[in-house]
């Protein structure tokens, strides 16, 4: 069994943040097809991260789960290189850290009750750990419970 997986992480999670750039989007879908996500967490929101609106993908999908959960689940789309509406504008970490991220979700990221799955470009997951780190988030690790587990997708 890998690390990047649903049953890895710790058990007094409420809010699962799970954040993407482009293809990394993909681990997450396989996720939430399962049951696991929805029976352990009460809240769950997917990130997706691309320079162009039109590399937006997996609509059909998300918007099954959108109404198969609409209480529980959220799907927040960014786009960095051009405007498109019903999206953010900017870099994953630069929208943690400005807090914009969680104004649209209406929820915060916090060690408290959060655990963050970074999923995507090196840039991304070296950036968005060091704004989390900021805020007392760690690495999760088998030995060492913690707040943030990473895959680099490409």
Request: proline fraction near 5%; include cysteine; charged fraction near 25%.
């Amino acid at each position: 069994m890998g690390f990047f997986v649903l049953s890895q992480i710790p058990e007094n999670v409420k809010n699962l943040w799970m954040l993407s750039t482009g293809t990394g989007i993909g681990p997450y879908l396989s996720m939430l097809k399962t049951a696991g996500a929805w029976e352990r967490f009460d809240n769950v929101v997917l990130v997706h991260a691309v320079p162009h609106a039109d590399e937006l993908c997996y609509s059909e999908l998300i918007e099954q789960l959108l109404l198969d959960h609409p209480d529980q689940f959220q799907f927040i789309p960014i786009v960095s290189r051009e405007d498109h509406g019903g999206a953010l504008r900017g870099r994953i970490p630069a929208l943690i850290e400005d807090g914009s991220l969680e104004k649209q979700a209406n929820l915060k990221i916090s060690k408290e009750d959060s655990h963050v799955m970074l999923c995507g470009n090196s840039g991304m997951l070296k950036d968005s750990k060091a704004v989390l780190k900021e805020r007392g988030m760690d690495r999760h690790l088998n030995h060492k419970p913690g707040h943030v587990s990473a895959e680099q997708y490409y």
